[in-house]
């Protein structure tokens, strides 16, 4: 439920707020290249906190690949899948599963090339082969085991994003072939498979009209090709110094790399807090 402070300002659960709201991607954003919060920017986050800024974590993983970070910085809404399940103040509020009938046929044909997947709901994932290198390989460099098996997880309950696993350019016949879905790789050897137009932006949409707050006084920080959509329709868009240039043509400041306090500085830069 939302409470109306009064015209400039809102209470949320009792919160008082600004009209600000602020979206932060966690890897290489909120964590730094070792996977670490680092203690200045937990700081930072306690700091807009209790100057009335919502803040809110827009991310590609799973909402259970983060808990003990939303508690730590004691975060209880966000964007999770790249904007296809959306929590506001601990509640679902928006969810954009993965067609079913499609995902079979594109786990077929996955099969047939030697492709593993990974599906993935909001409370666990499953993998369609065990003990495989790129899933290793990619998940271990999220510091996340190899997921167990279950081929047919995806037939049973929603799917809000699939993972596959192949290199380069493998991943175009896909696209051309299965064209209900988006693919976004984050990995030498692992892609993201998201609904036809779903991305952040969506989410953070979402989430920004649940807190009756306004698009153009969000700020999103992140660093990755699944930021590019956020990053472009918030009002204040960041890219860390360690992000993709696709990021960073589309951002409105461009900060230092995670592991130079990039997003601190961006935060006080962008006038969030003041010194």
């Known amino acids: 439920m939302i409470l109306f402070w009064n015209q400039s300002k809102k209470k949320v659960r009792g919160k008082k707020l600004t009209k600000k709201i602020a979206f932060f991607d966690i890897d290489g954003t909120l964590l730094n290249h ?13 700091d807009l906190k209790e100057a009335g800024v919502f803040c809110a974590i827009a991310t590609g993983r799973a909402p259970f690949m983060y808990k003990k970070l939303r508690e730590e910085l004691g ?32 786990h077929k044909n996955a099969k047939e090339n030697n492709h593993p997947m990974v ?16 899933i290793k390989d990619s998940l271990g460099s999220l510091y996340i085991d190899h ?9 049973e309950r929603e799917i809000y994003q699939s993972l596959i696993f192949c290199e380069g350019g493998e991943i175009d016949d896909y696209r051309h072939r299965h064209t209900d879905f988006d ?23 979402k989430l920004i009209e649940a807190a009756g707050l306004h698009i153009d006084d969000s700020y999103a920080f992140g660093d990755g090709l699944n930021d590019v ?16 240039p ?30």
């Open 183 to 205: 693919y976004i790789r984050w990995h030498q050897y692992s892609c993201d498979v998201l609904p036809r137009g779903g991305s952040k932006a969506e989410g953070i949409k």
């Open 229 to 244: 959509e956020m990053i472009r329709e918030a009002g204040t868009g960041v890219a860390m110094g360690n992000a993709v």
């Open 34 to 46: 070792q996977k670490k919060l680092p203690e200045q920017t937990k700081q930072a986050i306690q």
């Open 147 to 155: 997921p167990p098996v279950d081929a047919s997880f995806y037939k």
């Open 119 to 134: 599906f993935m709901n909001h409370e666990k994932m499953m993998a369609s082969e065990s003990d495989h290198p790129f």
């Open 246 to 275: 696709q990021t960073k043509d589309v951002s409105d400041h461009v900060t230092e790399d995670v592991n130079q306090d990039g997003l601190v500085k961006a935060i006080y830069d962008v006038g969030l807090l003041k010194n």
């Open 75 to 106: 975060i209880d809404s966000f964007v999770s899948f790249n904007g296809q399940y959306v929590v506001f103040e601990g509640e679902e509020i928006y969810t954009n599963p993965l067609s079913s009938p499609q995902l079979e046929e594109l």
